[in-house]
């Protein structure tokens, strides 16, 4: 099959992340994140990221993740170090902001200006989130004709 009749790969919708005690783990991300709860179930809870969303799942029995991991965008990560330290997880020693949460999810914590992804501007807007993008951002998005 030829690359035209495949689907392509446009984003994500969402991430699941097994934790062992939901409302512990609500607890640690909420000492670190500001987010809007989407809905709760018995065993999971949805965290508003406004047009994505993160799934904590209960029910994590595995070790550690040591280089699985997934990249969470945010407007700034200059106070998530400290914070996450206070929330009981464990930073990573990485050139990046790489952390372990209490259940072994490894985390890494990127800026919006950054990094190539984008968001139209209504989300934005509604996250209350610069659009600006650093000269590296905007020169890949340039590079691959998105600017």
Do not use: C
Not at 20 to 48: K, P, Q, V
Not at 95 to 122: C, H, I, M, S
Request: aromatic share 8%.
């Amino acid at each position: 099959m030829d690359d035209l009749h495949k689907p392509k790969l446009v984003g994500l919708n969402h991430i699941v992340l097994e934790v062992g005690d939901l409302t512990a783990a609500l607890d640690f991300y909420h000492a670190i994140f500001a987010f809007r709860l989407r809905g709760r179930e018995e065993d999971m809870a949805f965290l508003d990221m406004g047009d994505q969303f993160l799934v904590l799942a209960e029910g994590r029995d595995q070790s550690a993740d040591k280089t699985r991991h997934f990249g969470l965008v945010v407007d700034d990560r200059s106070t998530v170090p400290d914070r996450v330290k206070a929330a009981g997880g464990r930073m990573l020693d990485t050139p990046f902001v790489d952390f372990l949460d209490p259940w072994g999810n490894r985390v890494q914590v990127v800026e919006y200006r950054d990094l190539q992804f984008t968001k139209t501007d209504a989300v934005l807007e509604k996250l209350g989130v610069s659009p600006d993008k650093s000269a590296d951002a905007l020169a890949e998005l340039h590079e691959k004709g998105l600017r």
